[in-house]
């Protein structure tokens, strides 16, 4: 079945899987897709990632951080949307909850957090934010 939003069902199962309290879940693999989990990981929200081919499909198996019983990830929130992209200049750069989470951001350099976009003076599409 086609997606119509790939990183929008990408953060939901994130999301989901947190709220069930899985170990890992696994998303079909693009490398958007992966591009965003490397980010995630980068910044401490989720704990590993890996590439598996299953039934000659790729799929990331993402593997969840937990601290103390408690998901390290509070919220996922899609920003910018098939139907309304949401662009940002380097120095009017979001700040999620003021520095306490981050917003993913697509530049012409790759994904990057918005501190990484601000301090390379890159603006871009605002796809996520992350706390």
Request: proline content about 3%; glycine content about 8%.
């Amino acid at each position: 079945m086609t997606v119509s939003d790939p990183i929008a069902d990408a953060l939901t199962r994130i999301r989901n899987a947190m709220m069930a309290k899985h170990e890992a879940v696994s998303i079909p693999c693009s490398n958007l897709k992966e591009q965003l989990i490397k980010v995630l990981k980068n910044e401490g929200y989720v704990d590993s990632y890996c590439v598996e081919e299953v039934d000659g499909f790729k799929s990331l198996k993402v593997v969840l951080k937990y601290h103390n019983g408690q998901n390290v990830i509070s919220g996922l929130q899609r920003i910018s949307k098939p139907g309304l992209r949401v662009y940002s200049k380097a120095k009017n750069m979001p700040r999620v909850f003021d520095g306490m989470g981050i917003a993913v951001i697509s530049t012409s350099k790759g994904l990057m957090t918005e501190k990484q976009a601000r301090d390379s003076k890159l603006g871009g599409e605002v796809l996520c934010y992350v706390w």
